[in-house]
């Protein structure tokens, strides 16, 4: 039987979602636990890598078992969370068809990047602090010239390892929040650093470094030199992740956890 288990987790203290040689990873300590509570080899596949220290509030994992009729997945669930380490949690464990993949059926992903604007020491690990306001609206003109289907090779990692380069965005503006401010992308698809390199280069714009129409000639020039420098990892977050309706439960998570959002 195949599951998807939707997670969250705080990702300061993991060097990504990826398993690596001899470091911690949030996939290294899922499915050191999973194997644990099921008493079996089990390997998971994420709908998307994210870097060192970035956080996710809905991510979606995809894993093969044999899970005992007499144990729910309720009951996994909270075993799991009771295994895992506090800055991982588990949300829900639900069966799928046994060819549903959690990347490459992911219909949309949303990112969102959270800035702050009065020193806060309790978003240190969550959050880029601004010593300075940045120019609010200019930043959402450059952000609006993303909006439609572009090859986003100018903001990806040299060498990322992509097929291609092209995604598909249906959303990109910075909205505020109290105390600071949010920039929210929403995409079918993201290329390897891309959202902290959009991030990077429209701080470039609020701080009058470059105009939106020069970002627009970044984007459209598919080169990456032109491009500002990552965003730091920590005001990041895999937000949301969007499937077809017959990969999504009825009902789907609690109330509480919002960022879990069917079309």
Known sequence: MRYFLHLAYEGTQYHGWQVQPNTLTVQLELERCLTQVLRQPIHILGSGRTDTGVHASHQVAHFDAEIPAALDEATVVYRLNRALPKDIAVRLLHPVPERAHARFDAEARTYEYHVRLVPDPFSVHHSLYLDRAPDVAAMNEAAASMLGSFDFTSFSKVKGGENHYVCVCYEAGW??????????????????????????????VGRGKITPAEFKAILLAQSRVDAGGAA???????????????????????????YFVTR
């Not at 505020?176 to 995409?187: D, E, Q, S, W, Y």
């Not at 730091?232 to 609690?254: D, H, I, K, N």
């Open 175 to 204: 909205h505020p929040t109290p105390g600071g401010l949010v920039f929210r992308i929403r995409a079918n698809r993201f290329v390897r650093g891309m959202v902290r390199l959009v991030v990077g280069t429209l701080l470039m």
């Open 232 to 258: 730091p990892a920590q005001g990041l977050f895999l937000s949301r992740v969007e499937y077809p309706p017959e990969l999504v439960p009825t009902p789907a998570l609690p109330v509480e956890t919002p």
